[in-house]
């Protein structure tokens, strides 16, 4: 059973590009998490989504990051117009079911901005 | 504020010596983990205790839990060079989420 799988595992943009991050949960995991973490820090929530739906959004920025957990295929963190800010490494976990409590991380995808 | 916060910061001992991590949290919480994340890698997690757990053993790991001091700890025995990484320390609440501490850098020199 392959963890959870997150691509690329290095993104590099220019300021004001696009950043798509992909995350495939555990298989039969339907609940999914994305964290932040930046340097020297601890991971910061950012969102989370159920097949279909985004459950809780309250650490995501209001402006410029979406995120989506389609019915088919994996869920994708988007940022717009990305600024240096923004580079960090941004984890996704997945979960089981809801009342399930631990949380399976994939290996992050280490964005950096120029 | 951070939820979790833990301490020391950083930690560095010899092979074969205890290592201990402590961390504090402000609000009720349901449960509270402990993951390692290896440089540059993902989490991983350890032990999970629940809020009406007081103390737990996992291998070499050993979590407290004091719910009126909103404080735990995890005790690393025996340690080896393959401890070496950060320790976070994690708390759920009613929502899912996990609100993570800033982590505590372990060092294990062989």
């Known amino acids: 059973n392959a963890g959870v799988m997150q691509n690329p595992r290095h993104l590099v943009r220019r300021r004001g590009q696009e950043a798509r991050l992909r995350c495939s949960p555990m298989k039969g995991h339907s609940h999914v998490y994305w964290y932040r973490q930046l340097p020297e820090e601890g991971l910061k929530f950012m969102v989370y989504l159920q097949k279909e739906n985004i459950i809780d959004e309250s650490g995501m920025p209001k402006e410029r990051f979406s995120a989506e957990f389609p019915k088919e295929g994996p869920s994708i963190l988007r940022i717009q117009q990305v600024v240096r800010g923004d580079s960090a490494a941004y984890f996704c976990?997945?979960?089981?079911?809801?009342?399930?409590?631990?949380?399976?991380f994939g290996p992050g995808t280490r964005l950096t901005v120029l | 504020s951070q939820q979790g916060e833990e301490d020391p910061q950083a930690l560095s001992i010899q092979e074969g010596e205890n290592a201990t991590m402590n961390c504090s949290y402000k609000t009720s919480i349901n449960n509270l983990q402990w993951y390692r994340q290896n440089s540059g890698r993902g989490l991983v997690h350890l032990i999970l205790i629940r809020s009406n757990e007081r103390e737990k053993h996992s291998g070499r790991l050993r979590v407290t839990l004091d719910t009126s001091k909103k404080s735990s700890s995890l005790l690393i025995t025996a340690s080896r060079a393959a401890d070496t990484a950060s320790y976070f320390c994690a708390t759920q609440t009613g929502r899912r989420a996990l609100t993570f501490g800033s982590g505590t850098r372990l060092q294990v020199q062989p």
């Open positions: 976990a997945s979960s089981p079911e809801a009342d399930y409590n631990e949380q399976f």
